[in-house]
């Protein structure tokens, strides 16, 4: 491998290699006879005493290379030192004595790391030269590429960059370390009925979160891949249809709530200068397969649930979510817990399904503004003015009166919208309700609803992108869990899309986007490989960092991605 190296006309300054090609002489003959740093992860002992946590190795002992002398754990020192010259390197050989050794049963015995076993009689240990011996010491600084080193230190980091803002992008919601644990807490302060024994909430959410990006088929998949999973299947599947929908809207408010700072970091226009959009919808999971004994008989499909969701279209954020069981209840009456987080400075934008007094009237006793659009069957008038032409927008031409449901209540505002083209369901005339001071225009009221439907794209880049409708999930909150781990996969996406734009925007036209399909499918295809590559032990803590820190860190990785690997092809165009 050396020899490869050094015959190419300029020999790298660092290899990257597997643990297999690594060992103590590699680390220091490399860099000594060809200036050559080589970075391997680190390889663990596997001989079958380390595997069976049985007696020590050559960690344990302390070396003195002048004195030519080994000390054991148990301050034993070695009674003889032999050097012995084999074919590619000269060995040491320190001798322990088996006399006043403790027969103890916890690790009494020594074990040699190259023999693989020793006679019980006299414990040897073999060790290379020194210099070889202190860089397999020092794992971390020699071994190991690190990823502080590989996203801060290299100019250009190995691996897929997509790969690894996403893992970064994880990073910012919580540190690898801590993750777990958050999600734990999650679970304990939001629990009703369910308690944790063996399986942990945490490994629940992680197992679908695999099944949600697509690196495994299904949950069953992703168990039986998983080493340590500490249950039977069947009781897993026990876990998820058991999941409380208490904890799924826990789950993804916390991550919003983490990772609202580093998107604000990261850049980008509002909507309308000084208020927070809030776009609320519901989405309703498909019927899934007949898994279910009850299911087998009947003709009709189960339909799952459904969930009331709240985005943040400057962020790109689902910041909120309400999971219901019961496929057939009203979304009206689900959006009011939502609502109990509205407050000043908030504008709520929704369709004409939540076009009620009840949801309209809580917006204005939070003082949140709101844009609805008008019900066939909505509330009774008791009082409007004239209408007021209001110009002209990019879709039609606007008017605006004021209107009055309640004689005790402020005087709403009533924008018509007469569109240039119908919509797909023949309609040509569009009424909005909204409570924003008159300073804010009627055609940017008008404006500011057509961007309801971006909710509708991220619900179309869940389904699409990632597996947000598992159907293999028979049971309602099986199902409502898969969804909202793939809002929580959503919401890294969005992350990882506005790092790589905001990376680009000076050498790229201006409303370029990148394309969460070829993001996602660049991650999917990377994630798990790189995983390997760079463990979550050798990941620092950043989540620990401001949010700040973290932004400039994903944009400094994000410059790494080149835009044509994830830009959207054009429509009949023939690649040549």
Known sequence: MKQLQCAASEPPQEHFVDSGYIDADLLVSSQRDHGVSLQAPVRGLSTWASRADYGYGLPNFSIDWEREQVTSPQGKVSVGWTTKQEASRQTRWGSLSSAGMPNSRPRWSCWSARLGRAARSGRTSAMTSRSAQDQADRPGEAECPTAAGLLGLQPDPPGEPVGLVARLACIGQVAPGKRRKAWNDVFEANRQRQYPRELLFSTVVELMSLVSLGVRPSLHAAARQMDNLPVTVTALYDKVSRTEPALLRALVRGSAERLAPVVAELGGAPCLPGWQLRIVDGNHLPATEKRLKPLRGQRAAALPGHSRVVYDPDLDQVVDLQACEDAYESERTGVLPLLASAGPGQLWIADRHFCTRAILQRCQDAQAGFIVRQHGKHPPIVREGTWQDAGRTATGRTREQAIVVDEGLQAWRRIELQLDTPTESGESVLWLWSNLPATIDTRQIADLY?????????????????????????????????????????????????????????????????????????????????????????????????????????????????PRQVATSKRGHQGG
């Open 450 to 562: 057509r961007r309801r439907w971006r909710i509708e794209g991220m619900f179309q880049r869940q389904e699409s992108v990632l597996q947000s409708e598992i159907r293999s999930l028979g049971h309602p909150r099986a199902a409502l869990l898969g969804f909202a781990v793939a809002v929580l996969a959503c919401n890294i996406l969005a992350v990882l899309k506005r790092s790589v734009e905001q990376a680009h925007r000076e050498q790229l036209p201006e409303g370029w986007e990148a394309p969460p399909y070829h993001l996602a499918v660049q991650v999917r295809s990377r994630y798990e490989g790189m995983l390997v590559a760079l463990p979550a032990e050798h990941w620092p803590a950043w989540a620990d960092d401001s949010a700040s820190t973290l932004a400039q860190r994903l944009l400094a990785l994000a410059r790494h991605i080149k």
